[in-house]
């Protein structure tokens, strides 16, 4: 299975907001759950835009080309609403906002070829650049390496192995790591998707809107919900909601991400209540709907504060 996860990838469903201008790091440092100000050089930035009551509207793999030029991969689907909502919050920053979908080319790089095009392969959130193109390192998919590579519009893109974007996709889901699209908007605190365990979220930094429910959630032992890896027989989608056996009247939960699993049925991440997993038996999107059978993360969580 393993061995699927092995070529270059176009990435139509991903679209970049860009930052441009000599306050660039400190406006998104004042808006997202990472840290811009002490970013180095070889850093990219896994960052969540919160509403004010710390749920995620948007998130963001934020790739640095220059100090004063940060350009923020997200879900298509989320760019023009999100791109409207962060230039609100612009006032007189010395910041400009823009869609940079079509100016700039990404690609996803997997198994064999991050080694190939990016020379190496490094830690989550690594940058390095090569020639015209930054490449991200991001989370393995069952110990394959992912990386983004991201250039201008008209650099020539990485030569290698193909590999179709549903395989990327459901790498995407087996890393752990979801990437908020448009139908769970407003649904989850980061740590309900596990930000705070895979660097989406800074705890040491300045304010930014929804950080008070982001610690509170982190300190006070509030947090309720986790991501979990989960497998079906039947197909998944992103906002499906998950029911517990023990509960037919309310959901225990959502599917944040799903892909097709190429030996069969469907691979999501689900974010559901803590206590549901202890027994009993999840099922997708009605109390008798498909069986969810959950697998482990591929990452540890953090210890609960």
């Known amino acids: ?21 000599e306050e660039a790091a400190q406006f998104l440092h004042g808006q997202l759950t990472q840290d811009f100000l002490l970013r180095q050089p070889n850093e990219a930035r896994l960052a969540a835009f919160l509403s004010a009551k710390g749920r995620m509207q ?12 940060i350009l923020l991969v997200c879900s298509r689907d989320l760019l023009a609403p999100t791109l409207k909502r962060l230039q609100m919050f612009v006032l007189r920053a010395k910041v400009k906002l823009t869609d940079a979908s079509e100016a700039f080319a990404l690609r996803g790089l997997a ?6 095009v ?3 392969v490094q830690p989550p959130w690594h940058q ?3 020639g015209a193109a930054s490449i991200v390192h991001l989370y393995p998919a069952d110990g394959q390496p992912r990386a ?3 250039a201008p519009a008209d650099t020539p893109p990485p030569a290698g192995e193909s590999l179709s974007e549903a395989l990327w996709q459901w790498g995407a889901v087996r890393s752990g790591v979801a990437l908020l699209s448009a139908p769970v908007v407003d649904a989850f605190v980061p740590q309900m998707l596990n930000y705070e365990s895979v660097g ?3 705890f040491k930094k300045g304010c930014y809107p929804g950080q008070e429910v982001v610690a509170r959630s982190q300190y006070r032992g509030t947090l309720k919900r986790r991501t979990y890896l989960a497998h079906a027989d039947a197909p998944l989608a992103a906002g499906a909601e998950v029911f517990h056996s023990g509960d037919a009247s309310q959901p225990c939960g959502t599917v944040v991400q799903a892909a097709a699993a190429p030996a069969g049925g469907f691979d999501a991440l689900i974010s559901i209540q803590i206590v549901a997993t202890a027994s009993g038996s999840l099922h997708a999107s009605a109390p008798q709907g498909p ?7 591929p990452y540890a969580l953090l210890a609960e504060v």
């Open 58 to 69: 948007a998130s963001f793999v934020a790739v640095a080309r220059a100090p004063g030029d």
């Open 148 to 150: 983004l590579w991201l």
């Open 291 to 297: 069986l969810l059978a959950l697998e482990p993360l």
């Open 200 to 202: 989406g979220v800074n």
């Open 128 to 130: 390095t650049d090569a």
């Open 118 to 120: 990016a020379g190496g």
């Open 111 to 116: 198994g064999s070829a991050v080694q190939a």
């Open 1 to 21: 299975m393993h061995s699927l996860l092995h070529g270059i990838t176009p990435l139509p469903r991903l679209g970049i907001i860009r930052a441009e201008g």
